[in-house]
Every structure is written in structure tokens, then in C-alpha cells.
């Protein structure tokens, strides 16, 4: 459960990020700004941890066949991690989310622990399930379903084992 302190950095975040200029310049500024913020931690902390728990997930690029990195807004769920493809309420789906259905294999540190994970895309029944979860933590999902005009991927981030090679 969020301290008070972190509840009232979450509302003036998201006040902040519910702003149509924040949804045009956030998906070019918040990656950077996390991960100037990861290369000083270590990689155990982005500036956006402080609002909302963050993973960051290294996909294989479903057309260059290329690692890509981006943190990513997080809900633990035990051992997992399930994540949005809210792509800030954008009309595209984000690349990463299409890089896990092409390869559903993948890497994630959380905090500075490094693991495999392997992506399940949510069916209607799951989704629905956990999405009170989602929203209890981020209530600008249902904003960015609404100025998206399309059903935002959720995913679960299983923890596996890594492949022998």
C-alpha cells in the first residue's frame, strides 16, 4: 500500500500526465529522463519509481531482431509483473508490446534484479480481472483506453528460467 506521501506525488502526476501536452512530449522525455536515472543507480531505480513501481523490460525487436530497452509502469502480482500498452493514450500500440507478440521471451530488472521473464497478452476474463488493480494504481489507464480508441495490451511477466544455451 502507497504512503501518503506517495499518493499525493501520484495525484500530482497524474494531474500532470492527464495534460494533452504531456501525452505529446512524455513518451519522448520519460525514457530518457528513467534512464539517465537507471545509469546513475546501477539500474535499481528510475525518477518514475517514485510514483509508480517500474520494470524494465529488454524485448528482442520484431523487425530488427534487435534488443530494446523501456521501463515500463508496473503492477506486482506475487512473483509476476503485469504491464500496460498504454503507449500515454497514443493511437499506435507501443513497439515493445509488439516485439512480445512476435518473441514473448524477454528480460526485466526490477530495482536492480535481473531475470527472464515470458509474456502472456491478457485474455478479456484476466484482464478484467486485474484491471481494478490497475487502476487503484494508475487511474489515467481508463483515460489513456479513452484517447487511445483501441483495447490497451496488458501483459503478464512471468518469471522463467533462462534459456541453456
Known amino acids: 500500500m502507497a504512503g501518503p506521501v506517495t499518493r499525493n506525488l501520484r495525484r500530482v502526476v497524474g494531474r500532470i ?5 504531456f501525452r505529446r512530449n512524455g513518451p519522448r522525455l520519460t525514457p ?8 546513475l543507480s546501477g ?8 510514483v509508480l513501481p517500474v520494470v524494465v523490460l ?3 525487436g520484431s523487425r530488427s531482431g534487435l534488443p530494446r530497452t523501456v521501463p515500463l509502469a508496473a503492477l506486482r ?9 498504454s503507449n500515454f493514450g ?8 509488439t516485439n512480445l507478440l512476435a518473441n514473448p521471451e ?3 530488472s526490477f530495482r536492480g534484479e535481473e531475470f527472464a521473464v515470458r509474456a502472456e497478452l491478457l485474455d478479456d476474463s484476466e484482464r478484467d480481472r486485474i ?25 503478464r511477466l512471468r518469471r522463467s528460467r533462462p534459456p541453456v544455451i
Open 17 to 21: 500526465a492527464a495534460t494533452d501536452a
Open 32 to 39: 530518457v529522463v528513467d534512464g539517465l536515472a537507471l545509469r
Open 43 to 50: 539500474g535499481r531505480w528510475t525518477f518514475s519509481d517514485a
Open 58 to 60: 529488454t524485448t528482442i
Open 77 to 85: 502480482d506475487g512473483q509476476d509483473f503485469v504491464v500496460v500498452g
Open 90 to 97: 497514443r493511437e499506435r500500440h507501443p513497439a515493445w508490446s
Open 106 to 108: 524477454a528480460r526485466a
Open 131 to 155: 484491471w481494478p488493480d490497475l487502476l487503484a494504481q494508475w487511474p489515467l489507464f481508463d483515460r489513456y483506453a479513452e484517447t487511445s480508441g483501441r483495447d490497451l495490451r496488458v501483459f
